[in-house]
């Protein structure tokens, strides 16, 4: 019998997604470059309850296995080994046959690719995956993006083993080919900075509080229970639970070294932000975060010649209890606006790009199986079922209802840590994108005036329509064409 659905790269993702596929009853096909890692997989699926499997011998024994029209989802490296393993797919494929890129891809090269297939007629989807090893075993986040053709083909596959929550799979047609890969670098964006958010509060509660691990484990237990539930609140309670297993002695979080890599999705995010003129800082205070983290050595010597506050409890008297919720809510609502600024970023493309990209249905889609899974995103899916176009998270009224009762908690949290030294990037840049957003007036009427004085940049008035510009001292001359020099703003 021909297979359902073929599965090529078989690192432990591929395996894992291979074996899901099969356990909601269709035949799979398996394919890799390594023979071993074939049997490893045939072995597997034999071994989790005879699941239908079967291996390949090469490129196109794998493809000849596969029912018309085919569909092949490949598990490789992003970049260059993705090029080679269609290149290698390709010779064996037909008009109407679908290959699904599950990898983490610059979303260019996405478009790319389809436009490169499109002349064999060959369908090209990229398919964001979220959920690591354990969610493509069990059921991840699927966000594809690729022609409705292909999309509707792939449907009873991804529908069945995507996580499964309360109003449906977590998975659904994104938009058009490219939209589902930039929708999951937005969701590793956000996800960057959820992280950071939680680290910081984590170094306030050891290093002000001077909580135990075991007592930091208890708070984030508790605040799984809250309006703060999330998987990343939930691992981090049992990462600080957890007894180092090599010593014998302490938690294995004390002798994890503080340097944090990366895989380049939080940079791509900042870059789209950028192109797209949409202010993302916590998103970016994530990122410079891990870029500090990982000059050590330098971190070490400076250590020894830079001098924090040597404040004391008498100057600063802290309350347990009030900094332990004023921390909760300062991450709460630092955590809504890391997703207004990844959301933003999404609705930005997609007006651009002409993708049509239903936020509502996205984060529906990030509700179950992906590693920001979290209680508010219900909130959030709500927000824009109420207002499909809405600019901002922010403008919601109830977001911003909820978000201005965390405003004293969180300046008296962001102030506790400037006051002890504790530096707070991502805490802080999410309270002030909440202020800038929140003010009719900002100080950019002088910025743009410096602008006009040295470069002779014009600048709109308050009182009157059109473009202007002052010869701010008898040193400034006549500029001409007030218009032109418009020309090349961004």
């Known amino acids: 019998m021909s297979c359902d659905v073929g599965l090529y790269g078989l690192a432990v993702m591929g395996q894992n997604f291979a074996l899901n596929m099969a356990s909601h009853g269709f035949k799979v096909c398996v394919g890799n470059r390594s023979p071993s890692k074939v ?15 079967v291996g390949s011998a090469d490129p196109e024994d794998f493809c000849k296995q596969l029912s018309k029209p085919r569909k092949i989802i490949i598990l490789v490296m992003a970049g260059k080994p993705v090029d080679e393993t269609i290149a290698t797919l390709s010779q064996y494929l037909e008009e109407g046959d679908v290959i699904v890129d599950g990898g983490n891809e610059w979303f260019h090269n996405t478009l790319r690719r389809a436009k490169e297939l499109e002349s064999k007629g060959i369908h090209f989807v990229g398919m964001g995956i979220s959920g690591g090893e354990e969610g493509a075993r069990k059921g991840p986040s699927l966000m594809p993006g690729g022609p409705k053709a292909a999309y509707d083909l792939l449907e009873p596959i991804i529908t069945k083993c995507a996580a499964q929550v309360n109003d449906g799979p977590c998975t659904g047609y994104i938009g058009p080919v490219g939209s589902g890969n930039y929708v999951k670098m937005i969701h590793n964006g956000i996800e960057y900075g959820d992280m950071q958010l939680i680290a910081e509060v984590y170094d306030v509660m050891r290093h002000v509080l001077k909580m135990s691990n075991q007592e930091m484990s208890e708070v984030f237990e508790q605040w799984n229970q809250s309006p703060l539930a999330s998987y990343l609140i939930e691992i981090t309670a049992k990462i600080l639970a957890k007894k180092d297993d090599v010593t014998g ?8 070294l503080d340097k944090t890599g990366m895989k380049g999705t939080g940079r791509w995010t900042i870059q789209e932000a950028a192109e797209r003129s949409v202010a993302a800082p916590t998103i970016a205070a994530s990122l410079d975060s891990r870029y500090i983290s990982a000059r050590k050595d330098e971190r070490v010597k400076a250590s020894g010649l830079l001098k924090g506050p040597e404040m004391t409890a008498a100057e600063i008297p802290i309350h347990k209890g009030q900094l332990l919720d004023d921390l909760k809510w300062a991450l709460w609502a630092s955590k ?5 600024q990844g959301l933003s970023t999404i609705k930005s493309c997609s007006d651009d790009m002409n993708w049509d990209i239903n936020l509502s249905e996205c984060v529906r889609m990030w509700k179950g199986g992906c590693i920001i899974r979290a209680a508010v995103l219900q909130k959030i899916q709500d927000a824009y079922a109420r207002d499909k176009n809405l600019p901002s998270l922010l403008l919601d009224p109830v977001i911003a209802g909820d978000l201005n009762n965390c405003t004293a908690g969180w300046r008296r949290a962001v102030v506790v840590a400037i006051g002890y030294g504790i530096s707070t990037p991502a ?17 950019a009427n002088l910025t743009q005036a410096q602008r006009d004085f040295f470069g002779g940049h014009t600048y709109e008035r308050t009182d009157k329509e059109g473009v202007f510009h002052t010869a701010w001292t008898d040193a400034h001359k006549s500029i001409g064409d007030i218009n032109e020099r418009k020309a090349g703003e961004v």
Do not use: Q
């Open 336 to 340: 809504v606006c890391s997703y207004a």
């Open 39 to 53: 049997e490893l997989t045939v072995k597997r699926a034999k071994d989790e309850g005879d699941l239908p499997i």
């Open 249 to 256: 002695v302490g938690h294995v979080i004390d002798y994890i």
């Open 427 to 443: 805490l802080s840049a999410s309270l002030n994108y909440f202020d800038s957003y929140r003010r009719e007036s900002l100080p």
